[in-house]
């Protein structure tokens, strides 16, 4: 059997959310009621090329279908200060979200890193230089142990600088608003610091 795959309590359970019948759905995907009704009974299971229609269907994305994961987000007005941050740990990519979201890369799905405040050894360091911010961060950058990033964070806006082992854990920011800067150690995770 195959593992996270779509249930038939999924589909069910998204074909009711949007006060549709299975007649009405199985029209939608161009397959039989019959059909809609063994998926949901758990007596057959969707062929993988029907997964895209039914999810377009049902409204939602191929991966909160298989997941049986809707997401419903709350932010609606996008508060850029409830920002979540993915990092895949096998690519290094960054990506960001300010409501929920399923975000997958390089063949697997992501949470949004736990944050913590940021301690002694990962203190970022503010200094006004014209009419911007130096921030530096007292860290060693080798090949096995570095900052990845740091980014400022205020409620309408993310700046993020990616940062590479060998370089500086430095960067520059227009500090503008009130907010958090973050920083994202390979070996600790995620930072923030109130400024």
């Not at 009711?16 to 809609?36: C, G, R, W, Y």
């Not at 002694?120 to 014209?130: F, G, L, P, Q």
């Not at 370089?167 to 600790?188: I, S």
Request: charged fraction near 20%; aromatic fraction near 6%.
């Amino acid at each position: 059997m195959i593992d996270n795959y779509v249930t038939g309590s999924t589909i069910k359970q998204l074909r009711e959310q949007k006060h549709m019948t299975q007649n009405e759905l199985a029209a939608l995907i161009d397959v039989s009621p019959k059909t809609i009704s063994k998926w949901e009974t758990a007596k057959g299971f969707p062929d993988i090329s029907l997964l895209e229609p039914l999810a377009s269907a049902l409204s939602v994305s191929v991966i909160e279908l298989m997941s049986g994961n809707a997401v419903d987000n709350k932010n609606i007005s996008a508060n850029m200060l409830r920002v979540k941050f993915y990092i895949c740990p096998i690519c290094g990519n960054i990506i960001t979200a300010v409501g929920e979201s399923i975000i997958s890369c390089c063949g697997i799905n992501l949470l949004p890193s736990e944050t913590e405040e940021t301690d002694d050894a990962h203190r970022i360091i503010i200094e006004n230089v014209e009419d911007e911010h130096f921030l530096t961060v007292n860290h060693e950058m080798t090949k096995k142990h570095y900052i990845s990033f740091l980014a400022h964070v205020t409620s309408d806006k993310i700046q993020l600088i990616k940062l590479y082992p060998e370089g500086n854990a430095e960067c520059r920011f227009n500090l503008r608003g009130k907010g958090y800067l973050y920083l994202y150690c390979n070996h600790h995770g995620l930072m923030k610091q109130k400024i």
